[in-house]
Every structure is written in structure tokens, then in C-alpha cells.
């Protein structure tokens, strides 16, 4: 099954619009790719499900330092190291959380569907395993100035509405 283009442009703009606002950084479009699965290019990946109309998985991956840079921008540099350091996975997983929730409005109005989508799942590191769909998945990139942002969408139609099967033991300590 082939993923559809139309699934995918809600991520880009909402990507693009989110990061702007929330963390005032700029970024540009960059590369549009195929993968046979959202696996991650980077050591910082936020995984989130979608499951309604469509189903599949979101994953958006960074390197440290970018994911360093958004959540310095993000928390507005007020806090200190340590308040940083235990809101970081945080503040990832809810500018995740508000691109995949804008992407998903915006296909669910233009569907008149609904769409959820799963709490984030985030890991880092280099030595971690991931287990995710195996779909065909477009490969988003968007560029800022401290480094690129990737967002994998593996979305597919479904013939009738799906609930979350659940996203227990994606991890996998390798």
C-alpha cells in the first residue's frame, strides 16, 4: 500500500508553523523521502500512534543538539539546569504533541473524521532499539538553523474506524 501525499503536507505545514511559534526558531522545508518504516535518523525520536481514520505511526528525530536548542527556546531559557534537565523529554513530547495534534485537525476537518493520536513515546541515546510498523513511510525533512528536524509519517487508510492497539514495549534496550 502506497502512503498518499495528502496525508503527509498537514505535517509539514504544521511542523513548520509549530516550531516557529512555540519555539521562535525559523525553518525551511527540506528533502521529501520513502522508507519502507519510521525508523529514526537520529539519536532523539519522539514516537507518536494515529489511529481513526487513518492508522500508523508519527516519528520525529533530531539530533541532541537540536533537541537541546528547542527546548532552550521553548522554556524561554528561565529555568535552571536541573528543572531542564527533568522537563526535557517533556517539552519534546508536547511540541510533538501540538505538530501531530494540528496535522491531524486539519486532515480530520478536511475528512469530516476523527483522528487521536497516542501519548508520545520518546527515546534517546544511541543505543536503543525501536519496534515500529512496517509501512510505507514519507520522510519529512525541515530544516533550522541549529540542525534538521525529520518527521516520518507511516499513515494508511482504513476501510473502517480503528481503536489504539496500544504502544506498550516499543522500546527495546539493546
Not at 519555539?23 to 500512534?49: C, M, N, T
Not at 520525529?60 to 529555568?79: I, N, P
Request: proline residues 4%; negative net charge; charged residues 20%.
Amino acid at each position: 500500500m502506497k502512503i498518499n501525499a495528502k496525508f503527509v503536507n498537514p505535517f509539514i505545514d504544521a511542523g513548520m508553523n509549530v516550531v516557529k511559534q512555540i519555539a521562535g526558531i525559523d525553518v525551511r522545508r527540506g528533502h521529501l523521502s520513502y522508507k519502507g518504516q519510521p525508523e529514526p535518523s537520529y539519536g532523539v525520536s519522539i514516537i507518536i500512534g494515529v489511529y481513526g481514520y487513518l492508522k500508523g505511526q508519527v516519528v520525529y528525530s533530531m539530533k541532541t543538539e537540536v533537541a537541546d536548542k528547542l527546548v532552550d527556546k521553548m522554556l524561554g531559557g528561565t529555568k535552571s539546569p536541573q528543572e531542564r534537565k527533568l522537563l526535557f523529554l517533556d517539552t519534546l513530547g508536547e511540541l510533538a504533541n501540538m505538530i501531530t495534534g494540528n496535522a491531524t485537525s486539519i486532515l480530520s476537518s478536511k475528512k469530516d473524521l476523527s483522528l487521536q493520536i497516542t501519548t508520545p513515546v520518546i527515546a534517546t541515546g544511541d543505543n536503543i532499539s525501536v519496534s515500529l510498523v512496517t509501512k510505507p513511510t514519507l520522510v519529512l525533512g525541515l530544516y533550522t538553523q541549529y540542525g534538521p528536524v525529520e518527521i516520518s509519517v507511516a499513515l494508511e487508510e482504513q476501510d473502517k474506524l480503528s481503536e489504539v492497539d496500544g504502544m506498550g514495549d516499543v522500546l527495546t534496550e539493546v
